[in-house]
């Protein structure tokens, strides 16, 4: 059979941190190329960066690349927050192709029956994992027998699809995507280190339950591992292939779940040799940082750590059930600093009843923890999130799906007491100037003195940008 998948736009209008290369994509497609399946992937985003900002420019090459390719199955990505894209591609897609077209990702997992009635050209939707449930389609099962796939014909039986053996599947196809622009130099993947970068799993899955994360949501509960010699393979591999990339992200939810294992991980990386050959960077809890262990880490090539940090009050931290505590967070800054390794603090704001002086007081707290780097995050209800089912209204079963109900929902403050007005004061005159200041530090503080023109260079090209965009 013949696969073409599409993975979904950006919004400008809502926060945009790095964009990875869509790993599931990766996988998928490696798997049914494995078994002799055609498989194309036309990436929405990355479509951007040779076509620009022209919606229609977009959409016309994506309807090109299914005439040209002529596949048997459309699978589209599905993120809450770009959810009207979906609508959108579903809808001038089944103008021109008849074959079968499915959905997948967080927003499917999460809201499976609603995704196939609010878009109604689908024909199904993936739930959890697709590389089973996609491999069995191609294979020619019945699709209303397909673990972890919702069909129409038949009105759908939800079940979750889940690979519970990792290590039996290919490793993740990067050539189906445009590797030259997601292994670009940039600051912003291992943030603010200026690296090619290719992104990785090693573990699916997150063992913790805060209310506001979706992130694991297509993974089910747990968490499971690739093997250290996969995990070493992998890598031996990819530098291979593409021999400009410096660094590795290492994209698992929570990387430092096992600490045995890292270590063996660390140890392989030195044994190896790849030690010296390339850079990582992980996402951790604060609460599993051992200073042995940080120190192993650095020697096999750690250079960052991103940490949910989430608030600098621990009445926050209680609302979104982090499970940690301020001084954990501040204890775990301490200890990545003294092992040398670069820390990323993610911080929530339009948290529950904040105040002007909340937003002070984690300034203030930002100063005196010193992060290499951080960056503020409103506090979003997505769907499949505790605090979805909690606060959310149930949004998206009452509204339709369009771009403008979307991007109101994402925008509504619910939570805190500050006006949009207030909030944006505070941001022009106390946030955005030591924001700024901080971060052009830090990036020509970590980074060679080789460097530092082409970093000059591209910030310029980024002011002149905004310059001609107004």
């Known amino acids: ?63 090109n690349a299914i005439t040209i390719f002529a596949p048997d199955v459309v699978g589209l990505s599905t993120v809450s927050p770009m959810i009207h894209d979906a609508v959108h591609c579903a809808k ?64 759908g039986k939800e079940s979750f699809g889940r690979v519970e053996q990792l290590d039996l599947l290919p490793f993740p196809d990067f050539s189906l995507f445009d590797t030259d622009f997601y292994t670009r ?23 913790q339950r805060c209310s506001f994360c979706t992130e694991s949501l297509t993974y089910g509960g747990g968490v499971r591992f690739h093997s250290i010699d996969y995990i070493t393979e992998l890598v031996k591999r990819a530098l291979k292939q593409y021999p400009h ?26 044994e190896t040799g790849l030690a010296k050959r390339f850079a990582w960077a992980i996402q951790a809890r604060a609460d599993r940082l051992k200073p042995a262990l940080l120190r192993l880490m650095r020697k096999a090539g750690c250079i960052k750590m991103e940490i949910g940090v989430e608030a600098a009050l621990q009445k926050n931290l209680d609302s979104v059930r982090k499970g940690t505590t301020v001084n954990v967070n501040e204890k775990a800054l301490r200890l990545c600093r003294d092992a040398g390794i670069s820390v990323h603090a993610y911080i929530l704001t339009k948290t529950q009843n904040e105040l002007l002086a909340d937003l002070d007081f984690t300034l203030n707290w930002l100063k005196k923890n010193r992060p290499d780097t951080f960056s503020l995050h409103p506090l979003l209800r997505h769907p499949g999130s505790v605090l979805y089912k909690e606060k959310g209204n149930r ?21 805190s007491k500050i006006s949009p007005q207030e909030r944006k004061k505070w941001a022009l005159s106390r946030y955005n100037p030591f924001y700024k ?23 310029l090209a980024r002011r002149l940008k905004k310059l001609f965009a107004k």
Request: hydrophobic share 40%.
């Open 395 to 415: 949004f998206f079963e009452s509204h339709d799906w369009t771009r403008e109900n979307v991007l109101r929902f994402y925008n509504e403050d619910v939570f």
């Open 185 to 207: 130099r940039t600051s912003s993947i291992i943030r603010g280190f200026h690296l090619s970068t290719l992104s990785m799993l090693t573990s699916r899955g997150c063992s």
């Open 1 to 63: 059979m013949r696969f073409l998948f599409i993975t979904h736009g950006i919004e400008p209008n809502l926060f945009q941190g790095p964009h990875w290369l869509p790993l599931g994509f990766a996988y998928i497609g490696a798997l049914l190329k494995q078994h002799r399946h055609a498989v194309q992937v036309f990436d929405r985003y990355a479509a951007i960066d040779r076509l620009g900002q022209d919606a229609e420019k977009i959409d016309q090459a994506m309807l």
């Open 92 to 155: 001038i897609i089944r103008d021109v192709f008849n074959g079968t077209m499915l959905a997948g990702g967080h927003h499917a997992t999460a809201l499976p029956r609603l995704t196939m009635e609010k878009i109604a050209e689908l024909d199904g939707v993936g739930i959890g994992e697709g590389e089973e449930s996609l491999l069995a389609l191609a294979q020619g099962k019945k699709p209303d027998e397909i673990k972890g796939l919702y069909w129409r014909k038949n009105s």
């Open 245 to 270: 990339v410096e660094g590795i992200y290492f994209h698992d939810n929570d990387f430092m779940v096992d600490p045995a294992r890292v270590e063996n991980i660390c140890r392989r990386f030195i």
């Open 437 to 459: 200041r901080h971060h052009r530090i830090i990036r020509y503080k970590v980074n060679p003195l080789r460097k530092w023109p082409q970093m000059l260079y591209e910030a």
